[in-house]
């Protein structure tokens, strides 16, 4: 599967970026989708992930509150509605697809990754 991620930009503290990751080639609904973040200098970590069917969902401890992910099986787009947003979200945004069935944070098991789209958060 193919995946190509949009929505960066540059966004003030305390505003909301929405980020959407379009998936081709594959049948999307087999895929377990995450959203993975990378900032300058650091490790890329997991963001939020979502079932084959968008009935479960999991984050991670830095977002959690303020990013809601949400899928659409029929348009084959997962989308990162990111809220609250702070300087320490600055990172790469990557959309990555598992073809795993249990949700889980760990880049390993993700299988396809998508080119990072760069969200930018001035103080």
């Known amino acids: 599967v193919q995946l190509q991620a949009s929505g960066g930009g540059l966004v003030q503290a305390g505003g909301s970026l929405r980020l959407s990751c379009a998936a081709s080639?594959?049948?999307?609904?087999?895929?377990?989708m995450g959203w993975f973040r990378q900032a300058p200098g650091k490790e890329r970590e997991f963001v939020a992930a979502i079932g084959r069917r968008g009935g479960s969902t999991y984050y991670g401890d830095s977002v959690k509150g303020r990013f809601t992910i949400s899928r659409d099986n029929a348009k084959n787009t997962v989308t990162l509605r990111m809220n609250s947003l702070k300087p320490e979200d600055t990172a790469v945004y990557y959309c990555a697809a598992d073809v795993g069935v249990v949700l889980t944070s760990a880049q390993r098991n993700y299988d396809y990754w998508g080119q990072g789209t760069q969200v930018t958060v001035s103080s």
């Open positions: 080639g594959r049948t999307f609904s087999n895929y377990i």
